[in-house]
């Protein structure tokens, strides 16, 4: 059993016991207000989230007038995160609360081993799951991420599928004649052209049009660039 299939069983198991653990001294409605901030920001039907409290000795006083939970900004809201909690109806205190989140939801794994350089296929990935908060950037949680892409080096069995893992295969090479739909507000127009990169289906790729100028899209698919005007 792979290393991340087992966290993920493990955390399953720990998940049904409830949905929170409350280890600090935390009143019941301030924890209430806690999880109400939480889940707001993560409503992914998929997930099921669970909140650690880190520090044991931290004793979070009372707020009659309901607290204020105020959330990191500009990250993702799992794994460690330290919430303010600022209490002004009352009561008059501000303090800080770690906390650990734990998002218990799907993920992809390699089914069997996958060879570098090779094609990824359905056939090779299967679905873990676990708390992705634990799990390095760039995981994968939806096979169409994966499938028709190329492993940059060798996924063992069980391994984690990752974005740094893969890339795009070429459907474009330099030179290849193609076809390009140039579109704007209210308006779409179609031509021909001549690939000047190499590119695969989302990747960017610089085109000489018919009239001899040059210009940047985003392949679509096999052949066809789509250049978009602001």
Known sequence: MSHYIYRGWLLGLLLSLGSSWVFAQVPLEIDRAVKKAIFSQLSDPAYKVGIEYLNTKNKVPSCPGGVE????????????????????????????????????????????????????????????????GELPEGFIQKPEQAIGRQAIRPIQAGGLITLNNLKNLAVIKAGDPVRIQVQGEGFEASGTGTALNAAGINDPIRVKLASGKQAQGRVISEGLVVIKLE
Do not use: F, H
Request: net charge positive.
């Open 69 to 132: 939970v105020l959330l990191p900004q500009n990250t993702k809201i799992w794994g460690r995160v330290n919430l303010d909690l600022r209490c002004t109806n009352g009561a008059n205190w501000t303090m800080n609360l770690p906390v650990k989140i734990v998002i218990n939801a799907e993920y992809l794994v390699a089914a069997r081993y996958i060879q570098g350089n090779s094609r990824v296929y359905a056939q090779d990935l299967s679905v873990a799951q676990g708390d992705i």
